[in-house]
């Protein structure tokens, strides 16, 4: 079925679902989306679908949608012909969302919404991109980026380009994001979302945008020139060789719980779009109030033409989904199998396509880490936990870490599985930032509004000594290798890695690890004050991890070597050189290890990770013809010196200066 407004040869199909509604208008508006100059009544078509074909109207015309039948909350029945609802097929709104109180108004208490609500726009998509395969790959590095807060401050960014999708084409931008060697941008939702209902009142926005309304309009503020800057941006990004992937939220929407306002899919048929108790309340899997129902049918559809939608008319590489088990809950039980899972999967438009789980909801047994069928690759905060521990100095995390940089099999090898689907991240948009890891021991989340109670409160963070900004030179140098050696971690990491914009030049939120309602500085990037010399080092991390694959190489490590390889794939070592024994894997105390990867294209090479605060002389396998010398030259690590503590060193064995080819002495 064909939802949405459709331009045909006669004028414009407009059309609706809901199984409940015992009547549904469309309503037409002026250019302006002020006066309403007609309504519509749709006509039943079976299976829930209401429609009217309109000689007159032409494209740019604005419209909404309003329904009736019951009014019965407590049974999951919210129409009201007074609240204009906007089509959850529209691919472009006028304007932004505001909250008001009388969007949430009981029927026949909040007059019409019409002066409050965006009007959809009757638009024709463009002609489709033509298919392309995705640019990323597993092991890629992934770049996660907040729109607004990416350029809002960035001085080679014209004024008025700033915050905006199109500033990301900007060649300052792409320079930028080449010197990293990123793989692909992941834009943080770009879609229309509405702020929660309590932030006006403190002054306060969602900076976010995880709280959607219509799945495929994308947000005026951040995409002005509506999809084609988004299709614009995306090819600029390709030929620069970096894909685009978008960050969707499918799980809830902005309509929240029972005091929530009714903009779209509640005022059309709450009771299949969202996740019912039986006694008529909404299930609250997400956080936020309600849950998508997204092992309905409609609803089911409506995802997947959201995804086609993108890909086609835009161009995306691929798809991240927040609190993915929704979409795999069927009965409200998570099913690996489920039909949207392996529909978005198998589908001709998608299958190829980058797809990242977030494998978490709060819902029951939410918890899906390393549950999610391939290809579906997985945000892996098992490994941000443990690699923060190991760095933090707890006991007994030389093991945690070695299974994080080898893959995490233990996560993503059940059934056999030789290669991981891991996405290893040691800070994302929700948490502290990298900067704040080694600077704050404590979340200080007080502009928020909420009293500190909101974001988490084990951060596995620690501040070097004092907390927050300091002049003590000492706890700064400490905080400045504490940033590298977490860098460096996640660059020599198996399977695919993420940064976060602003963490590879030390970017801060003051300790804030819930920045979701700071619209200003708190998570503007800081261009002029970056750190250059951390953001050099995280450009030759990149570097590094571009010339050795093997890296960056999807498949578990596993200590044997490959067919017709001399070497295993990686022996585990302590700082003498000798292999870790049962007694040095089980040493508590123990927060040194080198990782020697098997020959890469004429030589091994070597992470010698040194955890303690103390100094440290590393000692290296030798082989005749063979030299070990630093694989980072900006970073000259010297085996006759002690590698410094808290830090990680780089080495590679090339063959000594004429020393015969091996193969041939």
Same mark, same amino acid.
């Given at each position: 079925?064909?939802?949405? =407004?459709?331009?045909?040869?006669?004028?414009?199909?407009?059309?609706?679902?809901?199984?409940?509604?015992?009547?549904?208008?469309?309503?037409?508006?002026?250019?302006?989306?002020?006066?309403?100059?007609?309504?519509?009544?749709?006509?039943?078509?079976?299976?829930?679908?209401?429609?009217?074909?309109?000689?007159?109207?032409?494209?740019?015309? /604005?419209?909404?949608?309003?329904?009736?039948?019951?009014?019965?909350?407590?049974?999951?029945?919210?129409?009201?012909?007074?609240?204009?609802?906007?089509?959850?097929?529209?691919?472009?709104?006028?304007?932004?969302?505001?909250?008001?109180?009388?969007?949430?108004?009981?029927? %026949?208490?909040?007059?019409?919404?019409?002066?409050?609500?965006?009007?959809?726009?009757?638009?024709?998509?463009?002609?489709?991109?033509?298919?392309?395969?995705?640019?990323?790959?597993?092991?890629?590095?992934?770049?996660?980026?907040?729109?607004?807060?990416?350029?809002?401050?960035?001085?080679?960014?014209?004024? =008025?380009?700033?915050?905006?999708?199109?500033?990301?084409?900007?060649?300052?931008?792409?320079?930028?994001?080449?010197?990293?060697?990123?793989?692909?941008?992941?834009?943080?939702?770009?879609?229309?979302?509405?702020?929660?209902?309590?932030?006006? $009142?403190?002054?306060?926005? %969602?900076?976010?945008?995880?709280?959607?309304?219509?799945?495929?309009?994308?947000?005026? /503020?951040?995409? $002005?020139?509506?999809?084609?800057?988004?299709?614009?941006?995306?090819?600029?990004?390709?030929?620069?060789?970096?894909?685009?992937?978008?960050?969707?939220?499918?799980?809830h929407t902005g309509e929240s719980d029972r005091l929530g306002p009714t903009l779209s899919l509640r005022g059309l048929d709450a009771l299949a779009y969202y996740r019912h108790q039986p006694d008529g309340r909404l299930v609250n899997d997400t956080g936020t109030g309600n849950t998508v129902a997204c092992d309905h049918p409609v609803? /089911?559809?409506?995802?997947?033409?959201?995804?086609?939608?993108?890909?086609?008319?835009?161009?995306?590489?691929?798809?991240?989904?927040?609190?993915?088990?929704?979409?795999?809950?069927?009965?409200?039980?998570?099913?690996?199998?489920?039909?949207?899972?392996?529909?978005?999967?198998?589908?001709?438009?998608?299958?190829?396509?980058?797809?990242?789980?977030?494998?978490?909801?709060?819902?029951?047994?939410?918890?899906?880490?390393?549950?999610?069928?391939?290809?579906?690759?997985?945000?892996?905060?098992?490994?941000?936990?443990?690699? +923060?521990?190991?760095?933090?100095?707890?006991?007994?995390?030389?093991?945690?870490?070695?299974?994080?940089?080898?893959?995490?099999?233990?996560?993503?090898?059940?059934?056999?599985?030789?290669?991981?689907?891991?996405?290893?991240?040691?800070?994302?948009?929700?948490?502290?930032?990298?900067?704040?890891?080694?600077?704050?021991?404590?979340?200080?989340?007080?502009?928020?509004?909420?009293?500190?109670?909101?974001?988490? %409160?084990?951060?596995?963070?620690?501040?070097?000594?004092?907390?927050?900004?300091?002049?003590?030179?000492?706890?700064?140098?400490?905080?400045?290798?504490? /940033? +590298?050696?977490?860098?460096?971690?996640?660059?020599?990491?198996?399977?695919?890695?993420?940064?976060?914009?602003?963490?590879?030049?030390?970017?801060?939120?003051?300790?804030?690890?819930?920045?979701?309602?700071?619209? %200003?500085?708190?998570?503007?990037?800081?261009? =002029?004050?970056?750190?250059? =010399?951390?953001?050099?080092?995280?450009?030759?991390?990149?570097?590094?991890?571009?010339?050795?694959p093997v890296l960056a190489d999807p498949h578990f490590l596993t200590g044997e070597p490959a067919d017709g390889e001399e070497f295993p794939d990686v022996a585990w070592l302590i700082e003498t050189g000798a292999p870790l024994g049962d007694t040095d894997w089980n040493d508590a105390g123990r927060h040194r290890l080198v990782m020697?990867?098997?020959?890469?294209?004429?030589?091994?090479?070597?992470?010698?990770?040194?955890?303690?605060?103390?100094?440290?002389?590393?000692?290296?396998?030798?082989?005749?013809?063979?030299?070990?010398?630093?694989?980072?030259?900006?970073?000259?690590?010297?085996?006759?010196?002690?590698?410094?503590?808290?830090?990680?060193?780089?080495?590679?064995?090339?063959?000594?200066?004429?020393?015969?080819?091996?193969?041939?002495?």
């Amino acid at each position: 079925m064909t939802l949405g =407004a459709t331009i045909t040869p006669e004028g414009i199909r407009f059309a609706a679902w809901s199984s409940s509604a015992r009547r549904l208008w469309v309503s037409l508006f002026d250019d302006s989306g002020t006066r309403e100059v007609e309504r519509l009544e749709l006509k039943p078509e079976g299976e829930g679908v209401h429609a009217l074909s309109v000689s007159g109207p032409v494209p740019g015309t /604005r419209y909404g949608f309003r329904a009736d039948g019951d009014y019965a909350p407590e049974r999951g029945l919210w129409f009201d012909p007074d609240k204009l609802l906007t089509d959850p097929y529209a691919i472009e709104i006028d304007r932004p969302y505001q909250y008001h109180w009388r969007l949430a108004a009981k029927r %026949n208490e909040g007059a019409d919404t019409a002066s409050l609500m965006p009007k959809a726009i009757v638009v024709a998509p463009p002609e489709a991109v033509a298919p392309l395969p995705p640019l990323f790959k597993p092991g890629g590095l992934i770049y996660e980026l907040n729109v607004r807060s990416f350029t809002k401050l960035h001085p080679d960014i014209p004024g =008025a380009q700033r915050g905006t999708i199109a500033a990301l084409a900007h060649p300052a931008i792409i320079e930028h994001l080449k010197r990293l060697g990123v793989s692909a941008v992941e834009l943080m939702p770009v879609t229309a979302s509405i702020d929660e209902r309590h932030l006006p $009142p403190l002054g306060l926005s %969602n900076a976010w945008g995880y709280n959607p309304v219509t799945f495929m309009a994308l947000d005026p /503020r951040l995409a $002005p020139g509506g999809l084609k800057e988004l299709r614009d941006t995306v090819a600029a990004l390709r030929e620069a060789g970096i894909g685009t992937i978008l960050d969707l939220v499918f799980n809830h929407t902005g309509e929240s719980d029972r005091l929530g306002p009714t903009l779209s899919l509640r005022g059309l048929d709450a009771l299949a779009y969202y996740r019912h108790q039986p006694d008529g309340r909404l299930v609250n899997d997400t956080g936020t109030g309600n849950t998508v129902a997204c092992d309905h049918p409609v609803a /089911r559809e409506m995802v997947l033409d959201t995804l086609r939608h993108f890909v086609r008319f835009a161009g995306v590489d691929g798809f991240r989904f927040d609190l993915a088990p929704v979409l795999g809950r069927v009965d409200g039980a998570f099913d690996p199998d489920a039909p949207l899972l392996r529909a978005i999967a198998g589908d001709s438009v998608l299958a190829d396509r980058v797809l990242i789980a977030e494998p978490w909801d709060i819902g029951p047994n939410g918890y899906q880490l390393g549950n999610f069928r391939p290809p579906y690759l997985e945000w892996n905060d098992r490994y941000r936990d443990d690699v +923060r521990r190991f760095w933090r100095g707890d006991a007994g995390a030389i093991g945690a870490l070695a299974t994080r940089l080898a893959g995490s099999s233990d996560v993503f090898g059940r059934e056999g599985r030789p290669t991981t689907r891991s996405v290893n991240f040691i800070a994302a948009h929700d948490g502290m930032s990298l900067a704040d890891i080694v600077a704050y021991e404590r979340k200080h989340n007080e502009a928020n509004g909420e009293q500190n109670r909101d974001g988490h %409160n084990d951060n596995l963070s620690w501040n070097n000594g004092a907390e927050g900004e300091t002049d003590d030179e000492a706890i700064s140098l400490a905080r400045s290798s504490d /940033r +590298r050696g977490l860098l460096a971690t996640l660059f020599a990491s198996r399977g695919t890695i993420m940064l976060t914009a602003g963490d590879e030049f030390g970017r801060t939120q003051k300790g804030n690890n819930n920045a979701y309602a700071q619209d %200003n500085a708190i998570t503007w990037l800081d261009w =002029a004050g970056r750190d250059h =010399a951390l953001e050099q080092y995280a450009s030759s991390l990149a570097a590094l991890r571009r010339a050795f694959p093997v890296l960056a190489d999807p498949h578990f490590l596993t200590g044997e070597p490959a067919d017709g390889e001399e070497f295993p794939d990686v022996a585990w070592l302590i700082e003498t050189g000798a292999p870790l024994g049962d007694t040095d894997w089980n040493d508590a105390g123990r927060h040194r290890l080198v990782m020697l990867l098997g020959d890469s294209g004429g030589g091994r090479l070597a992470v010698m990770i040194n955890g303690d605060r103390r100094q440290c002389v590393f000692t290296l396998p030798a082989r005749e013809g063979f030299e070990w010398r630093p694989a980072i030259e900006t970073q000259p690590v010297d085996l006759t010196r002690p590698l410094p503590g808290r830090s990680v060193g780089f080495m590679i064995e090339r063959r000594a200066a004429g020393s015969r080819n091996r193969k041939g002495s």
